[in-house]
């Protein structure tokens, strides 16, 4: 899940529901405060359902973000997000369950079981969306990210879930939400091929590794429709060896190509 202006906690990009228009018009985030600061640590006390791990909660905000204000709500065993719109616990981060040099034992079919199980116990439907699951290994620890992603068509909508679960524990150690409103766009005016070369020619590198077409939103609001291209490859007068990546959204409306990532 890679949505842009998002925050970057336990590997997903997590941004939370506000609605906004089609395609050019700038939109209204509902950015009316609901929730105290009481009411946010209580969403996260029942979300985690772990009384001994959320005895010492403390909670900052609401803060002003670019689509949303939220409540930073944190513990020694907890670091959380709450919309202080509607109240959704957007992203959680605990501190138990994971695993150092410990070997991986957890299955894909156990790891997604025990997913389903977490969103299926806070009432989280995630009915006709899409389900993979991916393990990562990095250095010591290694963990199932197991996702539900939304669909319209072959394009990717804002809605989508992920469960990260510890490979080697067993345990959930993370959780993401993003869930926005839109209208579905147009048509695209670009072609596929056309935003490939676009992306090539903004970001230098030669080799198209992937294309997806998304709904996206931009920081004031508006929705747009995007092709997600990431490429590889080497910049032009630097060792073949000095393989590089970068993501570059291209607008599907006016072709508009803009570089949003690098590694």
């Given at each position: ?51 001994d ?42 501190g ?15 790891a997604?079981a025990?997913?389903?199980?977490f ?52 345990l ?54 995007t092709?997600?291209?990431?490429l ?14 970068a ?5 599907a ?11």
């Amino acid at each position: 899940m890679r949505i842009p202006v998002a925050v970057l906690i336990v590997g997903a990009l997590v941004l939370v529901a506000l609605p906004f228009a089609a395609n050019g018009l700038s939109a209204d985030p509902a950015k009316t405060v609901v929730l105290s600061a009481d009411d946010a640590k209580s969403r996260v006390t029942e979300f985690v359902n772990r009384s001994d791990w959320t005895t010492d909660l403390s909670v900052t905000g609401p803060t002003n973000g670019a689509f949303m204000r939220y409540y930073d709500v944190i513990g020694k065993s907890v670091i959380a997000s709450v919309n202080a719109h509607d109240g959704s616990v957007t992203s959680l981060l605990l501190g138990e369950g994971r695993s150092f040099g410990v070997k991986a034992t957890t299955t894909q079919a156990d790891a997604t079981a025990t997913a389903e199980r977490f969103l299926a116990e806070r009432n989280i439907d995630v009915e006709g969306l899409d389900q993979t699951a991916n393990l990562s290994e990095q250095g010591d620890t290694s963990s199932w990210a197991i996702t539900w992603q939304g669909h319209a068509g072959v394009m990717l909508v804002p809605k989508s879930f992920e469960v990260d679960v510890d490979a080697a524990s067993g345990l959930v150690f993370g959780f993401a939400a993003v869930n926005h409103a839109y209208v579905r766009p147009d048509d695209p005016k670009i072609t596929q091929e056309a935003a490939e070369n676009a992306a090539i020619e903004v970001s230098g590198l030669p080799d198209i590794e992937s294309v997806q077409l998304q709904i996206t939103v931009s920081e004031d609001g508006t929705q747009q429709l995007t092709y997600e291209v990431r490429l590889t490859g080497s910049v032009e007068g630097q060792p073949t060896s000095m393989r590089q990546f970068a993501d570059v959204h291209v607008d599907a409306m006016t072709g508009e190509a803009k570089v949003v990532g690098v590694g």
